[in-house]
């Protein structure tokens, strides 16, 4: 079955550098699109960043460019943000979706992972 698995979450510093992994299984990674999306308390799920299917594109949100990276490993089926200089509004449950697109788009979420920004 399509299973996407976020780690790398936590409680980090403000200033922090962690890099959260989402691994997947049960479809064709390298034909799907990753992003990395996060959601804050209170607030709409915003999109952070997004990489091609082949990982020759990809851009990123305002608030966060330059400091975080999108990359993805095809081989190991996996996606990666790195994030640096963390800070406390970006605490929030950071999710990876899938999105291969065509006749019959297909789109999976993860369950999330919590990233806590706190000294």
């Known amino acids: 079955q399509v299973q996407l698995v976020e780690s790398g979450g936590g409680l980090v510093q403000p200033g922090g550098s962690p890099r959260l992994s989402c691994a997947v299984s049960g479809f064709t990674f390298s034909s799907y699109a990753m992003s990395w999306y996060r959601q804050a308390p209170g607030k709409e799920r915003e999109l952070v960043a997004a990489?091609?299917?082949?990982?020759?594109?990809?851009n990123y949100a305002d608030s966060v460019k330059g400091r975080f990276t999108i990359s993805r490993d095809n081989a190991k089926n996996t996606v990666y943000l790195q994030m640096n200089s963390l800070k406390p509004e970006e605490t929030a449950v950071y999710y990876c979706k899938a999105v291969r697109n065509g006749l019959v788009s297909k789109v999976y979420w993860g369950q999330g992972t919590q990233v806590t920004v706190s000294s």
């Open positions: 990489i091609t299917s082949a990982g020759d594109r990809s």
